[in-house]
Nanobody, 125 residues
Framework: HLVESGGGLGQAGASLNLSCAAS????????MGWFRQAPGKEREFVAG????????TYPDSTEGRFTISRDNAANMVYLQMDSLKPEDTAIYFC????????????????????WGQGTQVTVSS
């Protein structure tokens, strides 16, 4: 069970921090990812992090602006979003993938097993 929070309205250039709370004792056995979906568009990968937190991956669109992190003791995943752009406006989803690969952080939506309900992020120009 994944629950996102922290979405809201921000201006271009501002920062927002999203949180994802996971329930269950096996959290550290899951790779975690953030995806987003803008109106009329397909869901796209935003950031991924491996089980230990030492491996992260980003697409070009968020590399250098977004930072994913996790706290395995607290069952939390975070997405720090800096230098926001209007095109970052979307519903942001947290996702979990059950895997045995410590450094795996897939960018493919179909690899993820569990999804949160999403949180809206709106960036004004």
């Amino acid at each position: 069970h994944l629950v996102e929070s922290g979405g809201g309205l921000g201006q271009a250039g501002a920062s927002l921090n999203l949180s994802c709370a996971a329930s269950g004792r096996a959290f550290r056995s899951f790779a975690m990812g953030w995806f987003r979906q803008a109106p009329g568009k397909e869901r796209e990968f935003v950031a991924g992090i491996g089980m230990s937190g030492s491996h992260t991956t980003y697409p070009d669109s968020t590399e250098g602006r977004f930072t994913i992190s996790r706290d395995n003791a607290a069952n939390m995943v975070y997405l720090q979003m800096d230098s926001l752009k209007p095109e970052d406006t979307a519903i942001y989803f947290c996702a979990a993938e059950s895997t045995s690969n410590t450094d795996r952080a897939s960018a493919h939506e179909s690899d993820y097993d569990y999804w949160g309900q999403g949180t809206q992020v709106t960036v004004s120009s």
